[in-house]
C-alpha cells in the first residue's frame, strides 16, 4: 500500500478531512494536500509556510553587490585607463552598476530558493482531477498495516462529496 | 527533478475539454474559466495563421533590411553627421519604455492587492518582456559594427580590457540585462501552475510538452505559498529595477553636454514617459485581446476604466514634466539652448511637436478626463494618441538637439531612408507576432490567480476595498 | 612627460584649406563623393569654419579652423563603452579603431562635431589611392575616427630623438595642418614646456578656447582680435 487519498469538491470538506486524518494520528508533515488554486481562506491552506526566502533574497543581493564591487574595481584598477579626467575607480557611476548586480542577485536567489524548496520536493502523489476543481487530501507512503489503512480511509471518507482512492 | 507521474488513477476525468461535464461538482465559474482560457490554446482557426503570416512578413522585410544595412554599410541609413542617432534610438528608447508597462504596474497592483488587476497582470508583463526583447535588439541595430557588440559584456577576453564602467552604454547593458531577467521570470514564474493545467487538460505531445513546462508544479499549500513568496519578494525588486532602467537611458542623454539633454529632469521624466507610454500600450494589447479571444467576461469596462485614469494622472505628470523642462530652459536662456529651444517651438519641428502636445495632453484629457468618452472605445484611441505622441517625444529629445549643437556652422538634421522606416515597422509587427504566439502557448490571463480572486474572505478582506466591490461582479 | 596643443591665430587665418587638404592626404581619410558629401558625410578632421560678421554691405569674412581640441575633461572618453576613445599620458584624446564598435555616442557628446563615422568601407578617387600612408591604419565601415594631432609623426618625431641620443626641441613635431599653413597660423607644441612656441601663444590676452564654458578643458587655443 503506497498511498490513499481523497478527492473533495470544496476546501470546507477538504479541511475536514484534514482534521480527520490529524485525529488519526498523521503528523502535518505526512498529510499531502494539492489543490488547483491557493486555498489562504482554510487553515490546511497555511500548513509548512514559514520560508527563508526573504533571507535567501538579501543573501543573493549580498553576493550580487560584492560581485558588482569586485567587478568594476578589480576591472578597472588591473587596466587603469583615463577617460574625461575621471578617476580610476570613479564611485558614482560604479554605484549603478552595484545596484544592478544586486537585484540581479537577489532576482536569481529568490528564484533558485523557490525551484529548490518548491519544485524538488520528494512526494509525488497527484491525481489529473485536482485540475477541475478537486482538492487531494491523502498520505503518502502509509503504513503496510491493514488496520491502519482502513482507519485512514474512513478518516477521508467522512466530509461530504469524498471520492477515496488507495494504490 | 521530479515530474508527476501519469496519473494514478485514470477515472474518466481525462476527457477532451469540450465534452467535459461531469466533474466532481467544481464551482461553475471556475469551469468556465478554464474552457475559456484554454481555448485559444486548443484551438486555433485559419484566420490565425492569416494573421501570422501578415505579422510575419513584416518582421522578415525588417530582418532583410537589417541584413542588408550590414551588407551594404551604415550608409543606407539616413543618419549623418552630426545627426548620429536617429530612428534606432528613438525605437530602443520608445520601446524600452513600452516595457514600463508591466512589471511596473503589475508589480505595483500585486503589492497594493488590487483585486481588479488579475486578468490584468498577465498581459501586462508579456507586453514587458517582448517589449524589451525588441528595445534591446536596437543597440545592436544602430551599432556601426553589431558583429562586435558582445565586446560590451563584461567578460576575461584576450584583449585584456573590460568594459568602461563610466559609460552609460555600458550602465544600460547591466540594467536591461537585470530588468529582462527579472521580468522574463516575474512572467513565467506565476505561469507554472497554469502549464500544469494545461497539461492535465491536453493530450499527446501537447501534454508531453507542457508536462515540461510544468517543471513537477501539484499544488501543494507549500508549493503556492513559495510561489507567492517568490512573487512578492520578485515585485518588491522589479519596481526600482524598472525605474532604474529608464533613468538610465535618459542617462543615456543627460550625461551628454549637448543642449536640452544635459538636464537633471531627464530621469523623471523619462520614468513617467515609459509609464505613460506601457499603460496606453497595455490597453491597446487588452483591447485587442477583448476582442479577439472573446474574453469579455474577464475584461471588463472597469478595467479600461482603472487604465484610463492611470492613464490620465500620467498625461498630467508627463505635461508637468514637459512644463518643467521648457520652462526652465527658456529662463536659463542660454544660446545653445534657445536654439534647440526654438527649432521644436516654432521651426522646423515645430508640427511635429505640437502634434506630440496634443496627442499627449489634449487627446488623454479630453477622452478620458470627461467621463462621457471614458469608454473602451475612448481609452483605446486615446492610448493609440498616447502611444504616436510618445515615439514623437523621443524623437523630439534626440534629433533637434543633435542637429542644432553649439556651432552654427555645423548644424544638421536628419531624414529617415527606407532601411531605418521599414526595421521600425518590423518592431511593431514583431510584438504583435510575438504577442500573437504567446496566446497560443500561454493562458493570457493567469487561470489560478483568476480562481483565487474568485473567493475573497470576508474575514481577510475590508469590505470596502476595490476587491471587495469586483467580488461582487464575480470577476 | 609633454601635454600636446596647439594654437591657432584666427587674425592669420586667411581660410585657403590647405590644411584640409594636407590632413586628408596625411591621415588616409577616404573621399566620400558629392552625393554623399552633399548629405553631410563628408570627413574632414579639419575644416575650416566660415562666418561673417554684420549686415551688407559691412560685412566681415573670418575663419576658424577647427579640428579634435583634445580635451582634458573630454565627453567623448567617458560615453565610450569599449575604451575605443581614452585619454593618452600626454595629454593626447586618443581613438582605437580596432576597438570601436561604433555606437557613436561619443560623436554625440562632442560639442564640437570633430568625430567622424566611417558609413561606408573608405574608397578613394583615383589617383590619391596611390598616396596612402603607410603610418596611418585605414579604418572600416562602423567605426568613428577623428583628428589626431598626427600622432604617426608624434611618436615617430620621438622615437627619432630616441634613436639619436638627443632631446626633442619644440618645432620638431609638425601635425600635417601646421606644416602646410603658409601663414604659419598653426602652432603645435608641448604646452607642459613654457618656452614652447604653443605654450606662449595659449597663455596670450588674445587667447580663448572653443566652447570653454562647456567644461571640456581644450588643448586648442584661439588667438584673435580682442574687439
Known amino acids: 500500500m503506497s498511498a490513499v487519498y481523497g478527492l473533495y469538491p470544496d476546501g470546507r470538506s477538504a479541511q475536514e478531512a484534514v482534521n480527520g486524518l490529524r485525529a488519526a494520528g498523521i503528523a502535518d508533515r505526512d498529510i499531502v494536500v494539492v489543490s488547483s488554486q491557493p486555498m489562504e481562506d482554510y487553515e490546511f491552506g497555511h500548513m509548512d509556510k514559514s520560508t527563508g526566502m526573504w533571507w535567501f533574497a538579501c543573501l543573493g543581493g549580498v553576493v550580487g553587490m560584492s560581485a558588482g564591487y569586485g567587478l568594476?574595481?578589480?576591472?578597472?584598477?588591473?587596466?587603469?585607463?583615463?577617460?574625461?579626467?575621471?578617476?580610476?575607480?570613479?564611485?558614482?557611476?560604479?554605484?549603478?552598476?552595484?545596484?544592478?548586480?544586486?537585484?540581479?542577485?537577489?532576482?536569481?536567489?529568490?528564484?533558485?530558493?523557490?525551484v529548490v524548496s518548491a519544485l524538488l520536493s520528494r512526494g509525488r502523489l497527484y491525481d489529473p482531477a485536482v485540475a477541475d476543481g478537486a482538492i487531494l487530501v491523502g498520505v503518502e507512503n502509509a503504513a503496510d498495516d491493514w488496520a491502519a489503512v482502513a482507519n485512514l480511509t474512513r478518516a477521508l471518507r467522512a466530509p461530504p462529496g469524498a471520492r477515496v482512492k488507495a494504490l | 527533478m521530479t515530474y508527476p507521474p501519469?496519473?494514478?488513477?485514470?477515472?474518466?476525468?481525462?476527457?477532451?475539454?469540450?465534452?467535459?461535464?461531469?466533474?466532481?461538482?467544481?464551482?461553475?465559474?471556475?469551469?468556465?474559466i478554464d474552457s475559456d482560457l484554454l481555448r485559444p490554446?486548443?484551438?486555433?482557426?485559419?484566420?490565425?495563421?492569416?494573421?501570422?503570416?501578415?505579422?510575419?512578413?513584416?518582421?522578415?522585410?525588417?530582418?532583410?533590411?537589417?541584413?542588408?544595412?550590414?551588407?551594404?554599410?551604415?550608409?543606407?541609413?539616413?543618419?549623418?553627421?552630426?545627426?548620429?542617432?536617429?530612428?534606432?534610438?528613438?525605437?530602443?528608447?520608445?520601446?524600452?519604455?513600452?516595457?514600463?508597462?508591466?512589471?511596473?504596474?503589475?508589480?505595483?497592483?500585486?503589492?497594493?492587492?488590487?483585486?481588479?488587476?488579475?486578468?490584468?497582470?498577465?498581459?501586462?508583463?508579456?507586453?514587458?518582456?517582448?517589449?524589451?526583447?525588441?528595445?534591446?535588439?536596437?543597440p545592436l541595430i544602430h551599432l556601426g559594427r553589431p558583429w562586435l557588440a558582445f565586446w560590451l559584456f563584461p567578460y576575461p577576453s584576450e584583449r585584456l580590457i573590460w568594459p568602461n564602467f563610466r559609460s552609460p552604454l555600458v550602465w544600460d547593458f547591466f540594467a536591461i540585462n537585470t530588468y529582462l531577467t527579472g521580468s522574463v521570470l516575474f512572467l513565467?514564474?506565476?505561469?507554472?501552475?497554469?502549464?500544469?493545467?494545461?497539461?492535465?487538460?491536453?493530450?499527446?505531445?501537447?501534454?508531453?510538452?507542457?508536462?515540461?513546462?510544468?517543471?513537477?508544479?501539484?499544488?501543494?499549500?507549500?508549493?503556492?505559498?513559495?510561489?507567492?513568496?517568490?512573487?512578492?519578494?520578485?515585485?518588491?525588486?522589479?519596481?526600482?529595477?524598472?525605474?532604474?532602467?529608464?533613468?538610465?537611458?535618459?542617462?543615456?542623454?543627460?550625461?551628454?553636454?549637448?543642449?536640452?539633454?544635459?538636464?537633471?529632469?531627464?530621469?523623471?521624466?523619462?520614468?513617467?514617459?515609459?509609464?505613460?507610454?506601457?499603460?496606453?500600450?497595455?490597453?491597446?494589447?487588452?483591447?485587442?485581446?477583448?476582442?479577439?479571444?472573446?474574453?469579455?467576461?474577464?475584461?471588463?469596462?472597469?478595467?479600461?476604466?482603472?487604465?484610463?485614469?492611470?492613464?490620465?494622472?500620467?498625461?498630467?505628470?508627463?505635461?508637468?514634466?514637459?512644463?518643467?523642462?521648457?520652462?526652465?530652459t527658456y529662463y536659463g536662456n542660454g544660446p545653445a539652448e534657445m536654439t534647440v529651444f526654438f527649432r521644436t517651438q516654432r521651426d522646423s519641428f515645430a508640427p511635429l511637436y505640437w502634434t506630440m502636445v496634443v496627442c499627449n495632453f489634449v487627446v488623454p484629457l479630453v477622452l478620458i478626463g470627461i467621463r462621457r468618452f471614458r469608454t473602451i472605445t475612448g481609452c483605446v484611441l486615446a492610448s493609440g494618441a498616447v502611444v504616436v505622441g510618445m515615439w514623437l517625444e523621443r524623437f523630439l529629445i534626440i534629433v533637434p538637439s543633435l542637429g542644432a549643437k553649439y556651432l552654427p556652422y555645423s548644424f544638421g538634421t536628419y531624414r529617415p531612408q527606407p532601411v531605418e522606416i521599414v526595421i521600425t515597422a518590423a518592431t511593431f509587427a514583431a510584438m504583435a507576432l510575438l504577442y500573437a504566439l504567446f496566446t497560443k502557448i500561454v493562458p493570457i490571463i493567469s487561470i489560478w490567480e483568476l480562481k483565487a480572486g474568485e473567493h475573497p474572505s470576508p474575514a481577510l478582506i475590508p469590505p470596502a476595498t476595490e476587491e471587495h466591490r469586483l467580488g461582487e461582479l464575480h470577476l | 612627460m609633454p601635454r600636446w596643443g596647439m594654437a591657432v591665430d584666427l587674425d592669420r587665418c586667411n581660410g585657403c584649406g590647405a590644411c584640409v587638404v594636407a590632413c586628408h592626404a596625411e591621415n588616409n581619410i577616404a573621399t566620400v563623393g558629392a552625393d554623399e558629401a552633399a548629405r553631410g558625410r563628408a570627413n574632414h578632421w579639419i575644416r575650416i569654419e566660415r562666418y561673417w560678421e554684420g549686415e551688407f554691405p559691412d560685412v566681415r569674412l573670418t575663419f576658424r579652423p577647427v579640428m579634435c581640441q583634445q580635451c582634458g575633461n573630454a565627453p567623448c572618453e567617458i560615453v565610450c563603452p569599449t575604451y575605443a576613445s581614452h585619454h593618452t599620458e600626454d595629454g593626447l584624446n586618443a581613438q582605437v579603431y580596432n576597438r570601436c564598435v561604433g555606437t557613436r555616442y561619443c560623436a554625440n557628446a562632442c560639442p564640437y562635431n570633430a568625430r567622424f563615422f566611417n558609413f561606408f568601407n573608405p574608397a578613394w578617387d583615383k589617383p590619391l589611392h596611390l598616396q596612402l600612408n603607410p603610418d596611418v591604419s585605414v579604418r572600416e565601415a562602423g567605426v568613428m575616427e577623428k583628428c589626431t594631432f598626427c600622432v604617426q609623426r608624434i611618436r615617430g618625431a620621438q622615437l627619432q630623438a630616441r634613436a639619436d641620443g638627443g632631446e626633442l626641441r619644440d618645432g620638431d613635431i609638425q601635425p600635417a595642418c601646421v606644416q602646410s599653413c603658409a601663414v604659419r597660423a598653426l602652432v603645435f607644441g608641448d604646452l607642459d614646456d613654457p618656452d614652447s612656441e604653443a605654450s606662449r601663444f595659449s597663455r596670450s590676452p588674445r587667447g580663448t578656447r572653443l566652447l570653454e564654458d562647456v567644461g571640456t578643458r581644450p588643448n586648442v587655443t584661439y588667438l584673435a582680435r580682442q574687439s
Open chain 1, 72 to 114: 568594476v574595481t578589480v576591472t578597472e584598477a588591473s587596466w587603469p585607463m583615463r577617460v574625461g579626467g575621471l578617476p580610476t575607480v570613479a564611485w558614482w557611476p560604479n554605484l549603478i552598476i552595484l545596484f544592478e548586480m544586486t537585484m540581479l542577485g537577489a532576482i536569481l536567489a529568490t528564484i533558485v530558493t523557490f
Open chain 2, 188 to 328: 513565467v514564474l506565476p505561469m507554472i501552475p497554469d502549464f500544469a493545467v494545461v497539461r492535465d487538460k491536453s493530450t499527446g505531445l501537447r501534454r508531453r510538452i507542457y508536462r515540461a513546462l510544468a517543471l513537477g508544479w501539484r499544488g501543494t499549500p507549500r508549493q503556492w505559498h513559495r510561489l507567492e513568496t517568490a512573487m512578492q519578494i520578485m515585485a518588491i525588486a522589479i519596481i526600482p529595477v524598472a525605474v532604474s532602467v529608464h533613468t538610465i537611458v535618459s542617462f543615456d542623454f543627460s550625461m551628454a553636454p549637448v543642449p536640452m539633454w544635459q538636464t537633471t529632469i531627464f530621469g523623471p521624466y523619462f520614468v513617467a514617459g515609459a509609464i505613460f507610454s506601457g499603460i496606453a500600450a497595455l490597453i491597446i494589447a487588452m483591447a485587442v485581446l477583448r476582442r479577439v479571444l472573446h474574453l469579455e467576461a474577464y475584461l471588463h469596462p472597469v478595467h479600461f476604466e482603472n487604465l484610463g485614469k492611470l492613464l490620465l494622472v500620467m498625461a498630467l505628470l508627463w505635461g508637468y514634466f514637459v512644463f518643467n523642462e521648457r520652462l526652465v
Open chain 2, 6 to 32: 501519469a496519473p494514478l488513477v485514470d477515472d474518466g476525468l481525462l476527457r477532451p475539454l469540450v465534452r467535459r461535464s461531469s466533474s466532481p461538482s467544481p464551482p461553475v465559474i471556475s469551469s468556465r
Open chain 2, 41 to 138: 490554446l486548443l484551438l486555433t482557426s485559419s484566420r490565425f495563421y492569416v494573421v501570422a503570416a501578415f505579422f510575419g512578413a513584416f518582421v522578415l522585410a525588417g530582418l532583410v533590411a537589417w541584413i542588408s544595412q550590414i551588407y551594404f554599410g551604415f550608409g543606407i541609413s539616413g543618419i549623418r553627421r552630426p545627426v548620429y542617432w536617429g530612428f534606432y534610438v528613438t525605437n530602443f528608447v520608445f520601446w524600452i519604455g513600452i516595457s514600463h508597462a508591466g512589471t511596473l504596474i503589475s508589480a505595483i497592483l500585486r503589492l497594493v492587492n488590487a483585486g481588479w488587476r488579475r486578468p490584468v497582470t498577465r498581459c501586462a508583463e508579456a507586453i514587458t518582456v517582448f517589449a524589451l526583447m525588441i528595445g534591446a535588439m536596437f
